[in-house]
C-alpha cells in the first residue's frame, strides 16, 4: 500500500496528463483549420454588405453587386 500523498500525486498528475494531450490535440486541429478551410469576412466598400466566403481567399467578388473586396483581419 502507498501513501496517500502518492496517490494525490499519481491521480493530479494523470489529470495533467490528460489535459495536455487534449490540448496538442485541439493545437493541431487549429493549426489544420488555420491553413484554408476556415471562412473568411468580407466587407463591401461600393454597396456596404458584409458577406462570408469559404477558404482564405485574398478577394471575393460581393453577391450583391459583384464588387470584389479584401477579405477582412481581426
Ligand atoms: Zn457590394
Redesign the pocket.
Known amino acids: 500500500m502507498f501513501p496517500l500523498s502518492t496517490g494525490i500525486a499519481f491521480v493530479a498528475g494523470l489529470g495533467l496528463g490528460v489535459l495536455a494531450v487534449l490540448w496538442l490535440v485541439y493545437e493541431r486541429r487549429d493549426l489544420r483549420q488555420a491553413s484554408g478551410r476556415r471562412p473568411s469576412a468580407h466587407h463591401?466598400?461600393?454597396?456596404?454588405?458584409v458577406y462570408g466566403a469559404p477558404g482564405t481567399a485574398g478577394s471575393m467578388p460581393?453577391?450583391?453587386?459583384?464588387?470584389p473586396?479584401p477579405a477582412l483581419r481581426f
Open positions: 463591401c466598400v461600393r454597396c456596404d454588405a460581393c453577391p450583391r453587386c459583384g464588387h473586396n
